[in-house]
Structure formats: structure tokens, C-alpha cells
């Protein structure tokens, strides 16, 4: 167990729709990242926050976003979704921003859009 | 930071060695990592390598860094059934604050045969 836990596990949503997906981080954790797994894109990276602030961004679309809340959990929202959203998505956390501690996943949640 | 290859699969018979290998191109990173994922889980940290160093062995696992060629190894002693999974290489680039993400392989899938 990484002790990063994911809500929910599984999501079925139709099209257009909107889900929000939940991560809480391991205990003492202040950095937060986001990740979709898909089987063209392989681990795409889409966001990270530290201690509540946005650090990075990567490939994620307009029609997605995220915070992290001052109890450190974060959420993913994704919006007006579409068949092609169908994915997992991990949640990491690590200790620091600047350090190595190393990153620890979540087990995901899968998003299917049908 | 953001191309790592790995080839996309590897079958082995129990009780051999494995070796999954990995290439990646920028030559600034500064930790390069093991996950491994098994069906329907999270990417669990097997173990990491900083990149002045060219050996690391825990266990069953040791890693080896070649820093001229930009290639990483992961070799599994004695490879059990419950080894099978995908395995992911990733390197993470930057140093003190500005070390962040972790850009992954498209993973390798393990496959051992009884």
C-alpha cells in the first residue's frame, strides 16, 4: 500500500458529462501529481501542485483542472467529456518539491466515457 | 527530459534472469526510477538510482547506469511467476527546487513462463 488513496476506482459517465476525481496523498506529503495512462499516450503527465500552489503543467486539456486544497488533497476535474477521455488516472504524491523523495502512486481511478 | 524508450516486451522462464533495458536522452537527469505495475494497479516504486552512481542492487534487483550512453538496466535474479507485470523506467530532471516530474518509458511487459 503507497498510502496515496484514490476516489472512486471506476467511473462510467456518458458523454459531455462532468466527473471529479479525488486524491488524497500520503501523510506529511506537500507535492501532488497527476497522470492519464492510455494505451496510444502510454503516462502522460498533466499536472503537479505544491503545499496548494500549481508547480507544473504538462498535457493537460482546457477541459480538465485541478487544485489542491489546504488539507493537501487534490482533485481532478474533467469536463464536457468525451469517448477519447477513457483512461486512468494516477494521483502521485512525494515529500517535497525539491528533493528526491520519490514519487508514490495511487492505484487510479478508470474513467470510461461511453 | 522526455524521450524514454523501452522495448514493449520481455518473456522469460522461471527462475532465469531478466534484464528490461532503457534508454533516455537528457543527459541533465538527475534520478532515474523502476515502477512496476501489475493488472488493475497502481505504479508501485521498486527502486531508484541517483545518476552518479553506476550500480544499485536491492535484493533481487540490481540496476545498472550507464551515463555515457544514457541506458538503464533492471535485472530481476531468479524470476518468479508473480514477477510478470509491466515495468516502467523514468527519469526525473532538474536539481533542488526546480526537481519535479518524472517523464516514463511506454513500459516493458514481463512475461514468465512456468
Known amino acids: 500500500d503507497s498510502g496515496v488513496t484514490q476516489t472512486p476506482k471506476h467511473l462510467i459517465t456518458a458523454t459531455g458529462q462532468r466527473v471529479t476525481l479525488r486524491c488524497s496523498p500520503r501523510s506529511g506529503d506537500l507535492s501532488v501529481y497527476w497522470y492519464q495512462q492510455s494505451l496510444d499516450q502510454g503516462l502522460q503527465f498533466l499536472i503537479q501542485y505544491y503545499n496548494g500552489e500549481e508547480r507544473a503543467k504538462g498535457n493537460i486539456l482546457e477541459r480538465f483542472s485541478a487544485q489542491q486544497f489546504p488539507d493537501l488533497h487534490s482533485e481532478l476535474n474533467l469536463s464536457s467529456l468525451e469517448l477519447g477521455d477513457s483512461a486512468l488516472f494516477f494521483c502521485a504524491s512525494s515529500a517535497t518539491s525539491g528533493s528526491n523523495s520519490p514519487l508514490h502512486f495511487g492505484n487510479g481511478t478508470r474513467s470510461s466515457v461511453t | 527530459g522526455e524521450d524514454v524508450e523501452q522495448s514493449l516486451f520481455l518473456s522469460v522462464r522461471e527462475g532465469d534472469s531478466s534484464v528490461i533495458n532503457c534508454t533516455y536522452t537528457d543527459s541533465s537527469s538527475t534520478y532515474l526510477y523502476w515502477y512496476k505495475q501489475e493488472p488493475g494497479a497502481g505504479l508501485q516504486l521498486l527502486t531508484y538510482?541517483?545518476?552518479?552512481?553506476d550500480m544499485k542492487q536491492d535484493q533481487r534487483l540490481t540496476v545498472l547506469l550507464n551515463k555515457k550512453d544514457k541506458h538503464l538496466s533492471l535485472r530481476i535474479a531468479d524470476t518468479q511467476t508473480g514477477d510478470s507485470a509491466i515495468y516502467f523506467c523514468a527519469e526525473r530532471v532538474g536539481r533542488g527546487s526546480t526537481l519535479g516530474r518524472l517523464y516514463f518509458g511506454r513500459g516493458t511487459q514481463l512475461t514468465v513462463w512456468p
Open positions: 538510482i541517483f545518476s552518479n552512481m
